[in-house]
């Protein structure tokens, strides 16, 4: 353990160099990438003007299930979205790198590189659920903020678990792009309560579990603000649960399946 934080200090501020080595790139990414949030945020609002309930959610409720979609997404983009590199390592051979090194393959891809234009996006998604909080008759205590803070983490590993899924497949199959876009589109579902859409879709993000990357951690926080109760225990565990079940299952048989191209 000591070995894995030293290595991921160092690798901290290595990152932190190239990021101030290309300033403007920084600040131009994290604007597409507020651009594209507020954009996003919009049409919510426009949506809102004509009608005051989508799926049983006020205006405040889905502002804070937007929010926290966002500050979820871009913490797993800032610390894991380096995952999504696994298929063209694997197509140019530059996977063997990884594999030769004496650690944990997926650590180095935690470590490997930051995400930096994911930090506007981080700012944007606390603000709009400050916001959201503000207008919220809801109280802020102690075991809110437990619950908050555990069930980000635990849906920022439901969505590494997700796409460590999806890159898995890269070790039997030359390109993933087509499942990848379709697994983009059902992400973009649940950026709105799943109680709107037909049974199928609502199986789909379970099954798929982006429903517990938003949906049902705002639902528990919105509903059960002063209790820890069974729900809660489930929503903290399912992420680092899932995430260990693919690492164990889907990741390390294709690893073992995986061959160089010799390039």
């Known amino acids: 353990m000591k070995k894995h934080l030293y290595l991921y200090k160092e690798f901290l501020k290595i990152d932190f160099k190239r990021i101030m080595s290309y300033k403007l790139d920084f600040l131009v990414g994290n604007f597409g990438y507020l651009v594209d ?31 926290f979609i966002s500050l979820t997404s871009s913490l797993w983009e800032f610390f894991f979205v380096t995952t999504l590199e696994v298929p063209y390592l694997v197509q140019t051979g530059e996977l063997d ?51 908050f803070i555990l069930f980000v983490i635990s849906a920022v590993l439901i969505r590494e678990a997700i796409y460590l899924s999806l890159v898995s497949f890269s070790f039997f199959s030359i390109t993933n792009d087509g499942m990848k876009n379709i697994l983009w589109q059902i992400y973009e579902l649940s950026n709105y309560p799943i109680n709107i859409y037909p049974f199928f879709i609502k199986v789909i993000l379970i099954i798929i579990p982006f429903s517990f990357v ?4 705002v639902v528990n926080l919105l509903n059960t603000t002063n209790t820890f109760n069974f729900e809660s225990f489930i929503l903290v565990a399912i992420g680092p649960l899932i995430l260990y079940v693919v690492y164990k299952t889907i990741w390390t048989f294709g690893l073992k399946f995986y061959q160089s191209t010799g390039s």
Not at 124 to 145: H, P
Not at 214 to 217: A, E
Request: aromatic share 20%.
């Open 37 to 67: 949030t507020f954009t996003t945020l919009f049409i919510l609002l426009i949506t809102l003007q004509y009608t005051d309930i989508i799926g049983g959610f006020s205006l405040y409720q889905i502002l804070f299930l937007y929010g």
């Open 97 to 147: 790198l990884f594999l030769l090194r004496p650690l944990n393959t997926l650590y180095q891809f935690v470590i490997f590189q930051l995400d930096e234009e994911a930090i506007f996006e981080l700012i944007s998604g606390l603000i709009i659920i400050a916001f959201s909080l503000y207008n919220l008759d809801i109280s802020i205590n102690y075991m809110f903020i437990i619950k």
């Open 214 to 217: 938003g949906y049902f951690p």
